[in-house]
């Protein structure tokens, strides 16, 4: 295939892993959330919560973001303005995105909106691109925030 070609399909691959990563959650379709991450993850999503910065096996991420996001009625997260740098089986996205999340408490509604960025790094598994490192920089948030105690 012709590099410029192979890069443009390569920078789609990447995309997708990052939607399958948004679409995933808001769907709750785990199997599809989970196959956006390589087998260990690095994570820094200190800007939304301090110290929350690690490393974990893919499987448990899902099993963190199932318990949180299961107790919420619905999200969305829309990406935005991909940015891919490609380096053979290695890239790292930056994206933006803005997520809407409600809850229902007592039979009354909260929401909380957040926008910010992804830098993620990827790697090439097979003919997948999937996530390795996952980096959240909020930037703003409206609403509720309380809603993502537990």
């Known amino acids: 295939m012709d590099a410029a070609v192979q890069a443009l399909v390569d ?3 990447v995309c997708d ?3 399958r990563y948004a679409e995933g959650v808001d769907l709750r379709d785990w199997e599809m959330y989970r196959s956006a991450f390589t087998d260990e993850i ?3 999503l200190s800007s939304y919560r301090p110290g929350s910065v690690g490393a974990v096996s893919a499987d448990a991420w899902v099993e963190r973001a199932r318990h949180r996001f299961d107790t919420l009625v619905a999200t969305s997260h829309t990406m ?3 940015r891919v740098r490609l380096d053979g089986d290695t890239a790292v996205c930056t994206m933006n995105v803005e997520a809407t999340h409600l809850v229902r408490r ?3 509604e909260s929401w909380c909106i957040l926008g910010g960025r992804y830098r993620d790094d990827l790697v ?3 003919d997948e ?3 390795c490192a996952l980096r959240l ?3 703003w948030m409206r609403g509720d925030r309380s809603i993502f105690d537990d």
Request: proline share 4%; no cysteine.
């Open 137 to 139: 920089e909020v930037r």
């Open 42 to 44: 690095t994570f820094d």
């Open 124 to 126: 090439r598994v097979g």
């Open 80 to 82: 935005t303005n991909p």
């Open 129 to 131: 691109w999937r996530i």
């Open 11 to 13: 920078e789609r691959g």
């Open 106 to 108: 007592d039979g009354v």
């Open 17 to 19: 892993a990052l939607y």
